[in-house]
Nanobody, 124 residues
């Protein structure tokens, strides 16, 4: 399984970006998906996660109400809509896939496949 993340870039504080993660797999609906981020000098943290059919989602407290995770199983793609971005959210954002299960996963160790990351830079 290959995951290709895209959509990162430079945005001013308060702006929006939409990240996409395309999976090269026919059975995309069998995977729970997650978005993580890693800022310089910090550990990787979960941002949002979604179960196989999009019916259950998770957000870290700091992004609730501003970020939205969604998926299109027909396109084998998961999205992360990010609004009202803050400078402290500057990081490399990674998508990840976990095979099987009916729920979402927030522990990075639960994920089987990772994308290459896309850099999000939020200027103040």
């Amino acid at each position: 399984v290959q995951l290709q993340a895209s959509g990162g870039g430079l945005v001013q504080a308060g702006g929006s970006l939409r990240l996409s993660c395309a999976a090269s797999v026919r059975t995309f609906s069998r995977y729970a998906m997650g978005w993580f981020r890693q800022a310089p000098g910090k550990e990787r943290e979960v941002v949002a996660a979604i179960n196989w059919n999009g019916g259950i989602t998770y957000y870290v407290d700091s992004v609730k109400g501003r970020f939205t995770i969604s998926r299109d199983n027909t396109e084998s793609t998961v999205y992360l809509q990010m609004n009202s971005l803050k400078p402290e959210e500057t990081a490399v954002y990674y998508c990840a896939a976990h095979y099987g299960g009916t729920y979402y996963y927030t522990d990075s160790r639960s994920y089987d496949y990772w994308g290459q990351g896309t850099l999000v830079t939020v200027s103040s």
